[in-house]
């Protein structure tokens, strides 16, 4: 397993909390996972998520997944999530 392979095991493994409430100029990938976050603590009151629940959610795998994993990276570098790593 490479470098990448190590990342996206820990991404998997981390939680995502939504910062903003905002998906201007956001990708199709990313706008789900932002209204997912919203639709969560709308019901739950819950800002935090687990990255592993969200791809059990969407049923995503291969090539999917790892472009799942590049939004969630993208909305952390723009600062509208942040992923806490464990």
């Given amino acids: 397993m490479g470098q990448s392979g190590k990342d996206a095991q820990s991404m998997i493994k981390s939680i995502a909390v939504?910062?903003?409430n905002t998906t201007w100029k956001c990708g199709r990938v990313e706008r789900l996972v932002v209204n997912y976050?919203?639709?969560k603590i709308r019901r739950c009151d819950?800002?935090?998520?687990p990255i592993k629940e969200m791809l059990q959610?969407?049923?995503l795998s291969g090539k999917q997944k790892s472009e799942f994993l590049?939004?969630?990276?993208?909305?952390?570098k723009r600062r509208i999530i942040k992923i806490e790593r464990f």
């Fill in 18 to 20: 939504l910062l903003r």
């Fill in 37 to 39: 976050l919203r639709q």
């Fill in 46 to 49: 819950r800002a935090r998520t």
């Fill in 57 to 59: 959610h969407f049923k």
């Fill in 70 to 76: 590049d939004a969630i990276k993208r909305l952390e």
